[in-house]
T-cell receptor
Framework: ETGVTQSPTHLIKTRGQQVTLRCSSQ?????VSWYQQALGQGPQFIFQ???????GRGNFPPRFSGLQFPNYSSELNVNALELDDSALYLC???????????FGQGTRLTVV | GESVGLHLPTLSVQEGDNSIINCAYS??????FIWYKQESGKGPQFIID?????DKRQGQRVTVLLNKTVKHLSLQIAATQPGDSAVYFC??????????????FGKGTTLSVSS
């Protein structure tokens, strides 16, 4: 177990809806990153938060947004869901930006 | 652009054999590399890492080799066990660029171990 927990584990949404995914980072970790993993592919970086500020962003549209809270937990919000947003969403936490990252078990999002 | 790839999508071995999983990376500025194991329905699990100032690092039953000249990484698993069956990803962390300190993953190699 990594100490990184994500909720919910599974979710089904309708195209056009909005979704919020949550992540609790490992104790003592101040950096959280979110990744999208399509079936059969490697995880793709969405964005990273360090001490409540967005620290970097991958090639994802603005309808993917996030937050990090003072306790370093984080949310990923996706608006106007599309069918292609169906994927496993992974949260990873690390003690600082250049340290090893530990992943949660992911949230499986299905958009119908 | 930056990319990390693996040479083989699948690898099948017998229990007890040694396994070698390869990875090529393209960004010569990358200074930190990690191997992850991902079992079905789970998030990636950290196996071993290596920084660019090293050529080799050993863990329990695993060894990572880094060849910066040809931008190649490999993961060696000794005495492979059925529990090692999973998808293995290499990931690189660049020291600069739009993605900051994000991990860039390859597509993965599926290791199947038969007993």
């Amino acid at each position: 177990e990594t100490g990184v927990t994500q909720s919910p584990t599974h979710l089904i949404k309708t195209r056009g809806q909005q979704v919020t995914l949550r992540c609790s980072s490992q104790s003592g970790h101040n950096t959280v990153s979110w990744y999208q993993q399509a079936l059969g592919q490697g995880p793709q970086f969405i964005f990273q938060y360090y001490r409540e500020e967005e620290n970097g962003r991958g090639n994802f549209p603005p309808r993917f947004s996030g937050l990090q809270f003072p306790n370093y937990s984080s949310e990923l919000n996706v608006n106007a869901l599309e069918l292609d947003d169906s994927a496993l969403y992974l949260c990873a936490s690390s003690g600082h930006r250049n340290a090893e990252a530990f992943f949660g078990q992911g949230t499986r999002l299905t958009v119908v | 652009g930056e990319s990390v790839g693996l040479h083989l999508p699948t690898l099948s071995v017998q229990e007890g054999d040694n396994s070698i999983i390869n990875c090529a990376y393209s960004n010569s500025a990358s200074d930190y590399f990690i191997w992850y194991k991902q079992e079905s329905g789970k998030g990636p699990q950290f196996i071993i890492d290596i920084r660019s100032n090293m050529d080799k690092r050993q863990g329990q039953r695993v060894t990572v080799l880094l060849n910066k000249t040809v931008k190649h990484l490999s993961l060696q698993i000794a005495a492979t066990q059925p529990g090692d069956s999973a998808v293995y990803f290499c990931a690189e962390m660049g020291s600069s660029g739009q993605a900051g300190t994000a991990l860039i993953f390859g597509k993965g190699t599926t290791l199947s171990v038969s007993s």
